[in-house]
Structure formats: structure tokens, C-alpha cells
């Protein structure tokens, strides 16, 4: 059972300009953009930021290259364009990363066309990322022996989250923050009435129930929205449907380098094998389901080995026993106003839609995607000031920090007798995920948690700390991907991490 902190939510503020119902991806950067413009933002979310869709995520920032297929060219230059904001204003936290599509019989396409298309992804994304590449069948066992032999393959370039979606969605938590925001977790929305013009707004948490007022409402519950609409009484006409993914991290790394390998299973649809440190995470699947609330099953795991299996050469097959770690989660589609609630829903995409109520003062954001976040932000600006909210031009509410002092923090570990390799993990780590707060904790026992992870005792106290952590689950599964990458197992027979969390009153 995970024990919570003893942190209060006691905040003295009660009236605001925006509240946010939802602290995911959605959610995360309204408040920051909302915040940055002027306005005084409360956030809540019934269970810890960035804790369901966001934390069961495949870690990647993409432009869609699959919905070619689908002739929607705009959303893929949408996308890709975001995708190139993104790696632009996050060096360290979103890297480009190679895709490997390796064209067996499964692919839905040969050479000349994969070559084809990949080139065509590349022009339509503005030349954002490394030009792609074919090669021979060759070519391509050497550079990844776990694929099969005989089959060709095209390479093109997108980009992917080292730590996790989740890690990423709190830094504009904190950002807001930093601004003046109130953002508060495990707290929820039990009770709504607009009356004159004003929000009154009951929450719930642990330490009780009280009231507070806002002008406007955004509704950023993800998968929840239209729960969360019926609460408000401002209901949409876009709706949602669920589809179901599911990813397994296997306890060795099947790629050579530091490359994603992209496959197609027997239903020919893309799936793929990511590197994650010395790890390796499969998946997804795509199963339709009518309850958000979902778990990995046997079918699950039994189809995900499968196509593995199958799509690459591997002399050991992976097996059941070698799943550290498993992850669920549903992509929320939308059937907007103009669709046929008759709509193949594989056919979705994962577009956003907002939708504004003027005389509910509400604005709900339906589906979306990581990759499509700033725009969400910008959009939700401008439907605020629709809504009469004296929203300024944003302030920088994204972004990472100056990255000159990067090389003083590597001098700084060398000082203390860090090994040069374990050195530069714990350099890349503190720096992607703190930036120059990496100095505040940077001497405290540089010492990796799990060899090959880059995350220090003194980090992982520094988080506890500082990043609304109140439970195990929120400092080992979302705020730093350990539990991503180690088992549970491997997580209880580390004596000296299980002594540093009973200290840290978890």
C-alpha cells in the first residue's frame, strides 16, 4: 500500500480567473499559457498530474506519419510543425530519434513507395528533422541484428521523451507555478453552479471540502471531459470514443542503437520496440473499449509477444518472464459535431477539438496528442479573450532554460570522484530534467539509484522534496521513470532506496 505525505493543500487565494479541471498534457498547458498571459489560474486534478493518460504513453513526439495513409495531409503538417517547435524549445527533454521500418510482409507498402513516403513525411514536415534513408536487407541487419534477415527497410526521423510524457506534462505544472499559479493534486471537482457571471466550485481531498470561484472553467479531463461536462451542465457536441493501447518494458535491449524500431503485427498496423536505457519498451495495440479505466490481460501480453516475435529475428524469443513492467491506457478520439456517430473509429485521429460555452463561461478540450500541446495552449488564449477574460500576450511559458552552465555541472560531479561514465549519465539526467536547478542538489551523494538509470539519491530527495510528491507512485512512476524501467521486484530488493523513501515519508 503506497503512504501519502503529510503535505497540505492549505492556499489562501479563493477567487480566480480560470479554473482547470484536468491536469494532463491538456490541462498543464492551459495553465501555463493561462497564467503567463495574467490571469490567476487554479488547476486540480482528482489524482497526481499527469497520472492516467499522460503516464501510459508511448514517449514519443511524432508528426504522424501514419495518417498519410489516410490522405490527411494537413494534420500531418500541423503536426510535424509542432513536433519541430517542440525539439526546438526542448534540446534535452525531446530528442530526435531514428525510426527503423523494417518492410516485412506485414508493411503495407514495398520499398519504393516506403522511400516514397518517407520522403514526402520529410518535406511536409519543413525538412525539420535528418533526411530518411533506405537500405538494403543487408545494410539493415547490421545496423539492427534483432531484425529479420532478408527484409529491407526505410528510415525516418521523429522524435521521442527520454524520461516519460508524465515528467514532461509536470514541467508546465511547475512552470504555472512559478508564475503564480495554485495547482493542487488529489484534489477533486465535486460541485459546480454558475450564478451572476461566476464559477462556485467544490472541491474534495483529503483534507476536506471548500469552495472557490472563477470566472471561467476549462474542462481538461482527458478521457473523463464528458463526465466532467455533465458536472459543469455545459455539454459538447464533439463526444469521444476509446481506444486502448498497452506497452510492455522487457528487461533487455533489443536495439543496437539508439533507435526505434518500427514494425507492423498481422492486423498491419504500426507498432514499435523503443530503447529505454538499458530496457527496452513494445507496443502498442489498438483495441476499442468503452471504459477508460482499462489493465493489460493475458490476450494482451499473448498478442504483443506475438508480433514481436514474429516481425523480428531474434535467437532468444522474449518471454512472458522477461516483462518488468506493463502500462494500459486509452487514446481519447473524437467524433466531432460534423461526423457520423456511425464513424469507423479506426479511422480517427488523434486531432483536438475545444469547444467554448459563452453563456456557461466553460471550455472543454477534447483529444489531442503530446505533440500538439503548444498549439493547445495558443488556442486556448484566444478562446479565453473570446469568453472576455482580459488575457495579455503570454509571457515564455515554455521551453527549457539556458544551457550554458552545462559543462559546470559536469566539473562539479568530477569534483566529487564521479566515474566518467557514470558522470555523464548523471549530467544528462539532472540537466534534462532540471536545468540549472540540477546546482540545487548536485553534491548531494551523486550516486545512481539503479546502475545505468542517471538518477542520484541526491535527485531523487530533491524531487521528493520539491515536485508535489505525496506518494511512492508519484516520485518513482511519474516524476522519475524508475518504475518504468526496474521492476517491482528490483524495486524492493534495493535496501538502500527502500531506506531513502521511508526517510522521505513515503
Same mark, same amino acid.
Given at each position: 500500500?503506497?503512504?501519502? =505525505?503529510?503535505?497540505?493543500?492549505?492556499?489562501?487565494?479563493?477567487?480566480?480567473?480560470?479554473?482547470? #479541471?484536468?491536469?494532463?498534457?491538456?490541462?498543464?498547458?492551459?495553465?501555463?499559457?493561462?497564467?503567463?498571459?495574467?490571469?490567476?489560474?487554479?488547476?486540480?486534478?482528482?489524482?497526481?498530474?499527469?497520472?492516467?493518460?499522460?503516464?501510459?504513453?508511448?514517449?514519443?513526439?511524432?508528426?504522424?506519419?501514419?495518417?498519410?495513409?489516410?490522405?490527411?495531409?494537413?494534420?500531418? !503538417?500541423?503536426?510535424?510543425?509542432?513536433?519541430?517547435?517542440?525539439?526546438?524549445?526542448?534540446?534535452? =527533454?525531446?530528442?530526435?530519434?531514428? /525510426?527503423? !521500418?523494417?518492410?516485412?510482409?506485414?508493411?503495407?507498402?514495398?520499398?519504393?513507395?516506403?522511400?516514397?513516403?518517407?520522403?514526402?513525411?520529410? /518535406?511536409?514536415?519543413?525538412?525539420?528533422?535528418?533526411?530518411?534513408?533506405?537500405?538494403?536487407?543487408?545494410?539493415?541487419?547490421?545496423?539492427?541484428? %534483432?531484425?529479420?534477415?532478408?527484409?529491407?527497410?526505410?528510415?525516418? &526521423?521523429?522524435?521521442?521523451?527520454?524520461?516519460?510524457?508524465?515528467?514532461?506534462?509536470?514541467? &508546465?505544472?511547475?512552470?504555472?507555478?512559478?508564475?503564480?499559479?495554485?495547482?493542487?493534486?488529489?484534489?477533486?471537482?465535486?460541485?459546480?453552479?454558475?450564478?451572476?457571471?461566476?464559477?462556485?466550485?467544490?472541491?474534495?481531498?483529503?483534507?476536506?471540502?471548500?469552495?472557490?470561484?472563477?470566472?471561467?472553467?476549462?474542462?481538461?479531463?482527458?478521457? &473523463?471531459?464528458?463526465?466532467?461536462? =455533465? *458536472?459543469?451542465?455545459?455539454?459538447?457536441?464533439?463526444?469521444?470514443?476509446?481506444?486502448?493501447?498497452?506497452?510492455?518494458?522487457?528487461?533487455?535491449?533489443?536495439?543496437?542503437?539508439?533507435?526505434?524500431?518500427? *514494425?507492423?503485427?498481422?492486423?498491419?498496423?504500426?507498432?514499435?520496440?523503443?530503447?529505454?536505457?538499458?530496457?527496452?519498451?513494445?507496443?502498442?495495440?489498438?483495441?476499442?473499449?468503452?471504459?477508460?479505466?482499462?489493465?493489460?490481460?493475458?490476450?494482451?501480453?499473448? /498478442?504483443?509477444?506475438?508480433?514481436?516475435?514474429?516481425?523480428?529475428?531474434?535467437?532468444?524469443?522474449?518471454?512472458?518472464?522477461?516483462?518488468?513492467?506493463?502500462?494500459?491506457?486509452?487514446?481519447?478520439?473524437?467524433?466531432?459535431?460534423?461526423?457520423?456517430?456511425?464513424?469507423?473509429?479506426?479511422?480517427?485521429?488523434?486531432?483536438?477539438?475545444?469547444? %467554448?460555452?459563452?453563456?456557461?463561461?466553460?471550455?472543454?478540450?477534447?483529444?489531442?496528442?503530446?505533440?500538439?500541446?503548444?498549439? #493547445?495552449?495558443?488556442?486556448?488564449?484566444?478562446?479565453?479573450?473570446?469568453?472576455?477574460?482580459?488575457?495579455?500576450?503570454?509571457?515564455?511559458?515554455?521551453?527549457?532554460?539556458?544551457?550554458?552552465?552545462?559543462?559546470?555541472?559536469?566539473?562539479?560531479?568530477?569534483? =566529487?570522484?564521479?566515474?566518467?561514465?557514470?558522470?555523464?549519465?548523471?549530467?544528462?539526467?539532472?540537466?534534462?530534467?532540471?536545468?540549472?536547478?540540477?546546482?540545487?542538489? !548536485?553534491?548531494?551523494?551523486?550516486?545512481?539509484?539503479?546502475?545505468?538509470?542517471?538518477?542520484?539519491?541526491?535527485?531523487?530527495?530533491?524531487?521528493?522534496?520539491?515536485?508535489?510528491?505525496?506518494?511512492?507512485?508519484?516520485?518513482?512512476?511519474?516524476?522519475?521513470?524508475?518504475?518504468?524501467?526496474?521492476?517491482?521486484?528490483?524495486? %524492493?530488493?534495493?535496501?538502500?532506496?527502500?531506506?531513502?523513501? #521511508?526517510?522521505?515519508?513515503?
Amino acid at each position: 500500500m503506497l503512504q501519502k =505525505q503529510t503535505k497540505s493543500h492549505n492556499f489562501e487565494q479563493n477567487d480566480f480567473d480560470v479554473a482547470i #479541471v484536468g491536469a494532463g498534457i491538456n490541462g498543464a498547458v492551459a495553465a501555463a499559457a493561462a497564467q503567463a498571459a495574467g490571469l490567476r489560474v487554479l488547476i486540480i486534478d482528482r489524482g497526481d498530474f499527469a497520472n492516467f493518460t499522460s503516464q501510459e504513453s508511448s514517449n514519443l513526439v511524432w508528426g504522424g506519419i501514419k495518417y498519410l495513409q489516410t490522405y490527411e495531409f494537413a494534420l500531418v !503538417a500541423k503536426l510535424c510543425q509542432a513536433r519541430n517547435r517542440l525539439i526546438r524549445a526542448y534540446p534535452n =527533454q525531446i530528442q530526435e530519434i531514428g /525510426f527503423l !521500418a523494417s518492410l516485412g510482409p506485414n508493411a503495407p507498402f514495398g520499398r519504393l513507395l516506403g522511400i516514397f513516403g518517407t520522403w514526402f513525411y520529410w /518535406f511536409i514536415g519543413t525538412a525539420g528533422t535528418t533526411i530518411p534513408a533506405s537500405y538494403s536487407a543487408k545494410r539493415a541487419k547490421s545496423m539492427e541484428p %534483432a531484425l529479420k534477415s532478408g527484409l529491407k527497410a526505410v528510415e525516418y &526521423f521523429d522524435a521521442y521523451l527520454p524520461d516519460n510524457d508524465s515528467r514532461f506534462v509536470y514541467g &508546465f505544472i511547475k512552470r504555472a507555478k512559478k508564475l503564480g499559479a495554485t495547482a493542487l493534486n488529489y484534489t477533486e471537482l465535486v460541485g459546480a453552479s454558475h450564478e451572476s457571471g461566476r464559477w462556485s466550485l467544490e472541491l474534495s481531498s483529503a483534507e476536506g471540502k471548500r469552495t472557490v470561484s472563477a470566472s471561467a472553467v476549462i474542462n481538461a479531463a482527458g478521457p &473523463f471531459a464528458q463526465d466532467v461536462s =455533465q *458536472l459543469l451542465e455545459s455539454p459538447t457536441r464533439a463526444r469521444l470514443v476509446f481506444s486502448k493501447g498497452v506497452h510492455f518494458t522487457i528487461n533487455r535491449r533489443l536495439t543496437s542503437q539508439n533507435r526505434v524500431l518500427a *514494425l507492423w503485427d498481422e492486423q498491419k498496423r504500426l507498432f514499435y520496440v523503443l530503447p529505454m536505457g538499458d530496457r527496452s519498451i513494445i507496443g502498442t495495440t489498438d483495441t476499442r473499449v468503452d471504459n477508460p479505466r482499462t489493465e493489460p490481460n493475458d490476450q494482451d501480453i499473448d /498478442f504483443v509477444l506475438k508480433q514481436v516475435n514474429d516481425q523480428l529475428g531474434l535467437e532468444q524469443p522474449i518471454t512472458r518472464q522477461e516483462i518488468i513492467a506493463s502500462r494500459s491506457g486509452v487514446r481519447p478520439l473524437v467524433i466531432d459535431g460534423k461526423q457520423s456517430q456511425n464513424q469507423d473509429w479506426h479511422q480517427l485521429s488523434r486531432k483536438h477539438v475545444i469547444e %467554448a460555452n459563452p453563456a456557461k463561461a466553460s471550455i472543454t478540450i477534447l483529444g489531442g496528442k503530446l505533440t500538439d500541446c503548444l498549439n #493547445v495552449g495558443a488556442e486556448v488564449i484566444a478562446e479565453l479573450r473570446g469568453l472576455g477574460l482580459q488575457a495579455k500576450l503570454p509571457r515564455k511559458w515554455f521551453g527549457e532554460g539556458s544551457q550554458a552552465r552545462r559543462t559546470e555541472l559536469d566539473q562539479i560531479l568530477e569534483r =566529487q570522484g564521479v566515474d566518467a561514465v557514470v558522470r555523464t549519465r548523471l549530467v544528462e539526467g539532472m540537466w534534462r530534467r532540471h536545468g540549472e536547478r540540477a546546482f540545487e542538489f !548536485a553534491t548531494d551523494e551523486p550516486v545512481e539509484v539503479f546502475e545505468g538509470l542517471g538518477i542520484s539519491f541526491g535527485e531523487l530527495r530533491y524531487v521528493a522534496k520539491t515536485e508535489d510528491v505525496l506518494t511512492r507512485e508519484d516520485l518513482l512512476r511519474r516524476r522519475l521513470p524508475i518504475a518504468m524501467s526496474r521492476s517491482a521486484a528490483e524495486i %524492493a530488493e534495493n535496501s538502500k532506496l527502500q531506506s531513502a523513501l #521511508v526517510d522521505m515519508g513515503l
